[in-house]
């Protein structure tokens, strides 16, 4: 069946999408004019038509109802805009302008305040990892001060633990040559003075042999080590004058024994040094010398 | 000792610019001060005229392959350089430029103010730098006052081994060696004014040694094991970076009041820290210690050494002393007037003064 879709450009659908346009001030970015026409019309057979006394229709192309609707929508806007006079215009634009600044100031509000926020919670994180920062570093240092102690205390007792086993052994060895000291003297009847002479001088080498290069450095070394294991035990911190003395003697000799053994290179005898004046100290040296003699200010 | 200001007595008299003193032949006075310091070593002397010759030398080497050329364009540079054992050392100021240069630690004879533990093989280094700073006695068995630290309150270490160590040194070079503490050589050098009373504080890398003294007799004393280098230590390990790379940075004229970067910034947190450490170890001693002197007016105290050269030094001293309650009444708290040298002046003073 042959049917015809009828649309009149006055007809009801029509004029509500016009007015729709007019309505939002502005026209929609497509107009599917296909499904306008769909939308606003029906279809008829001819035989209904025929029926209804139609004998002859108007038939309207697309492009022709696209062009109708372009020039009636024009029209419109045309006369309507001749409606709006200046000082409306102006009303409308300061109207604008003030909801615009309104609605700016209140976002650039709210973001101020975002900044706000946002600084002091960097500020506090900052604060945090200085301390965390701060705090780390006095833990490893204090780590790194225990663990030497540690370390010290260990070697220490290692040491002690050497020494004592050469001073058993030293001391193993004195008895032994004593006890041959003994022997030797019974054998001899104790009476002659030339034997005990002898006897004299052999002992007094035994002496020199066992005890002040041996025995006694490594009684001085065990005292000095004793102490050093107790300071660091009880943690006092200070050293005794005893334990540096014996260990100064070692340290000394060491020291200078480089200089026989040790072949040195060098420039530093030509090389000039930095040098500089400094203030006087004649005012301080006379007024120490004052007090040393008992002058006014030392009493 | 060729470029020697004090030199030896035949240097002096070979010296046509110098007045040759009729006794002895020196045109110096008979007594030397010698500040033993971790960081440097400085020597002082007075010539007839009373002026005060101080010699420096930064306590520092630093181990680097070399081969003949290198050893000839050291001398031309200026360089000090010791040959030990087929190893070639730099030695003094340039082992520090060139640490940083390499990105390399130096090596240091002495760590927290004494003879370090783990360098044995540097003290015949140690001997030459002496020697050099020194020169031979202008007189037989001249005087020498040499600094030594007070016992430390917060570390185990050996100062009597320490002080052994360098009168033996001393005395190899023909001196008469007499050991002053350090924190009184800087009463000696600073406070004749208020009659040597009042407390003396040596800021030195090793250590902080302090000195109450009271008429010139040292009411108390002790040391502190932290120092310049541990500043420098411990800002190197925050910021990772090699603690001769910090000294660097922190010599090269920071202000504590305004520090411009981070690095700056840590340096001024840890020497905040390390004042406020010192001011309590101070107060803590003196409260804790008998027969402790009541000074009947207020002191002074003075800071000396090369760690209070920093700018804003004395105003974060005197910040952080606020907030202390200090057991003694003081008036005022001051830079020495040569703080580098002031305990090597301090010596020499005692020196000078030793009849």
Not at chain 1, 33 to 38: D, E, N, R
Not at chain 1, 101 to 110: D, I, M, Q, V, Y
Not at chain 1, 140 to 147: D, I, Q
Not at chain 2, 141 to 163: G, L, M
Request: glycine share 8%; charged share 25%.
């Amino acid at each position: 069946m042959l049917s015809f879709s009828a649309f009149s450009p006055g007809s009801h659908a029509s004029l509500d999408l016009m007015g729709a346009f007019l309505t939002r001030g502005r026209m929609p970015e497509t107009l599917d004019i296909q499904k306008v026409i769909s939308t606003s019309t029906s279809n008829v057979s001819l035989d209904d038509l025929t029926k209804k006394g139609f004998k002859q229709v108007k038939v309207l192309n697309q492009a022709i109802i696209t062009r109708l609707i372009s020039e009636a929508v024009d029209r419109v806007l045309f006369e309507r805009s001749k409606e709006i006079g200046k000082e409306e215009r102006e009303k409308v634009i300061k109207e604008a302008q003030g909801q615009f600044e309104t609605l700016a100031k209140k976002r650039l509000e709210k973001e101020r305040t975002r900044i706000d926020e946002l600084e002091h919670v960097n500020q506090l994180l900052t604060t945090e990892l200085e301390s965390l920062k701060r705090r780390l570093s006095h833990a490893a240092e204090s780590e790194g001060e225990l663990s030497r102690n540690a370390a010290e205390a260990n070697s220490l007792r290692e040491r002690l633990l050497e020494s004592e086993k050469r001073m058993a052994q030293l001391e193993g060895q004195l008895a032994a040559k004593n006890e041959e000291i003994q022997r030797v003297a019974a054998q001899a009847g104790g009476g002659d003075l030339a034997t005990e002479k002898i006897l004299a001088a052999i002992n007094d080498r035994l002496q020199k042999v066992t005890q002040p290069a041996e025995v006694s450095q490594i009684m001085l070394s065990l005292d000095g080590l004793s102490r050093r294991l107790s300071n660091l035990s009880s943690l006092s911190g200070t050293s005794s004058l005893a334990e540096s003395e014996s260990m100064k003697d070692f340290s000394i000799e060491s020291l200078f024994a480089k200089d026989s053994g040790e072949a040195i290179e060098s420039n530093v005898s030509k090389v000039k040094v930095k040098q500089a004046k400094a203030g006087d100290v004649k005012g301080a040296l006379a007024k120490l010398k004052k007090m040393q003699k008992g002058g006014e200010d030392g009493e | 000792m060729g470029n020697s200001a004090e030199g030896s007595s035949t240097q002096a008299e070979k010296a046509p610019s110098t007045k040759a003193a009729p006794q002895g032949g020196s045109r110096f006075e008979a007594g030397r001060g010698l500040d033993v310091g971790t960081a440097n070593l400085a020597s002082a002397i007075q010539d007839k005229d009373g002026n005060v010759i101080i010699k420096i030398q930064r306590n520092a080497f630093i181990d680097i392959d070399a081969d003949y050329y290198t050893r000839n364009m050291l001398t031309k540079l200026n360089v000090q350089y010791v040959s030990i054992n087929g190893k070639m050392v730099v030695v003094g100021d340039p082992a520090f430029e060139l640490a940083n240069i390499l990105n390399r630690e130096t090596r240091r004879p002495m760590k927290g103010g004494v003879i370090s533990p783990s360098e044995q093989e540097a003290m015949p280094i140690e001997k030459l730098l002496l020697e050099n700073l020194l020169g031979a006695p202008n007189y037989p068995d001249e005087r020498c006052y040499f600094s030594v630290p007070a016992d430390p309150i917060d570390a185990d270490f050996n100062v009597v081994y320490h002080k052994g160590i360098f009168g033996g040194m001393l005395k190899k070079l023909g001196f008469e060696p007499k050991p002053i503490l350090e924190g009184h050589a800087v009463v000696f050098a600073e406070l004749a004014e208020d009659d040597f009373t009042g407390i003396g504080i040596s800021c030195g890398g090793g250590m902080f040694n302090v000195c109450v003294s009271y008429k010139s007799i040292p009411a108390l004393a002790f040391s502190t094991a932290r120092g310049g280098d541990w500043i420098d230590r411990n800002v190197a390990t925050v910021l990772g970076i090699k603690a001769s790379r910090a000294t660097a940075i922190k010599e090269k004229g920071v202000n504590l009041l305004s520090p411009n970067n981070r690095e700056e910034e840590a340096i001024e947190i840890y020497y905040r820290n390390l004042i406020s450490y010192t001011l309590e170890a101070i107060k803590t001693r003196f409260e804790g210690s008998t027969g402790m002197p009541s000074f009947p007016e207020p002191i002074e105290i003075v800071c000396a050494g090369g760690t209070s050269m920093i700018g804003g030094f004395i105003e974060v001293f005197q910040d952080e002393f606020q907030s202390i309650k200090f057991p003694i009444q003081v008036k005022n708290i001051r830079r020495a007037e040569d703080p580098l040298f002031s305990v090597a002046k301090g010596c020499l003073v005692a020196s000078l003064s030793d009849v």
